[in-house]
């Protein structure tokens, strides 16, 4: 019997754990607005905390959000983040807002992960093909969607949003995380600085060497 008890108990802690660090740490008061200066502030979740006396409304908006991004770069898309840098009053409160703009039939949001966060996306305007990739063995899930359609894509993995549509397109994310963090895939392996060995990449993806390195002298887009 003792037993399955420390077995239950250890499935339990394990489950409690898996729980308590997949996400942002729960706040440990009403809010924390971030500073920069660390004057009289307290550090706490990354960002040092404003007295909360000094709070304004100002420390929990944010304008703007209604005003379409500029999605003439090589992927046609826009995303416009409006994590804790941008409402210091999300800070410890692991959430966050992204409007992802969309250029007609073949912008994309290229491949890429949230290192800290799962996205919940809705579609507001135009037709989007999105999906994701698990992890081994990489089975890959994808849906059309149109306007009004919500789709959630994971924390840590690979997903996409591709304009499939004649127009453009509109969504909204949203992340958990006050500060979710992105990596841009094709960005990060051919085009990180330094750079990575030629060789790795060579053997890593099975290409010719000098096709590596055209990769690597490409300009890749950063579209947030």
């Given at each position: 019997?003792?037993?399955?008890?420390?077995?239950?108990?250890?499935?339990?802690?394990?489950?409690?754990?898996?729980?308590?660090?997949?996400?942002?740490?729960?706040?440990?008061?009403?809010?924390?607005v971030a500073i920069n200066d660390p004057k009289d502030g307290v550090f706490v979740n990354g960002k040092f905390c404003r007295d909360p006396m000094l709070a304004t409304a100002n420390d929990f908006s944010f304008s703007g959000?209604?005003?379409?991004?500029?999605?003439?770069?090589?992927?046609?898309?826009?995303?416009?983040?409006?994590?804790?840098?941008?409402?210091?009053?999300?800070?410890?409160?692991?959430?966050?807002?992204?409007?992802?703009?969309?250029?007609?039939?073949?912008?994309?949001?290229?491949?890429?992960?949230?290192?800290?966060?799962?996205?919940?996306?809705?579609?507001?305007?135009g037709t989007l093909y999105?999906?994701?990739?698990?992890?081994?063995?990489?089975r890959l899930i994808t849906k059309v969607l149109n306007a009004g359609d919500v789709f959630v894509f994971p924390i840590g993995l690979i997903h996409f949003q591709f304009n499939i549509g004649n127009t453009n397109a509109v969504a909204i994310a949203g992340l958990s995380s006050q500060n979710p963090g992105v990596i841009t895939i094709a960005n990060a392996v051919f085009g990180s600085i330094p750079p990575i060995n030629p060789d790795v990449l060579a053997k890593a993806f099975q290409l010719d060497k000098n096709v590596v390195n055209y990769l690597q002298k490409q300009f890749w887009v950063n579209n947030h």
């Open positions: 019997m003792k037993g399955i008890h420390f077995l239950v108990a250890f499935v339990l802690l394990a489950l409690s754990s898996s729980f308590a660090f997949a996400f942002d740490p729960s706040p440990l008061q009403d809010f924390c959000l209604n005003i379409p991004g500029n999605t003439s770069n090589q992927v046609g898309s826009n995303v416009t983040l409006i994590n804790v840098d941008k409402i210091p009053g999300l800070n410890t409160l692991g959430i966050s807002i992204a409007r992802i703009d969309f250029s007609p039939y073949g912008g994309l949001n290229p491949p890429h992960i949230h290192p800290r966060a799962t996205e919940i996306l809705v579609v507001v305007e999105v999906g994701f990739v698990t992890s081994n063995p990489n």
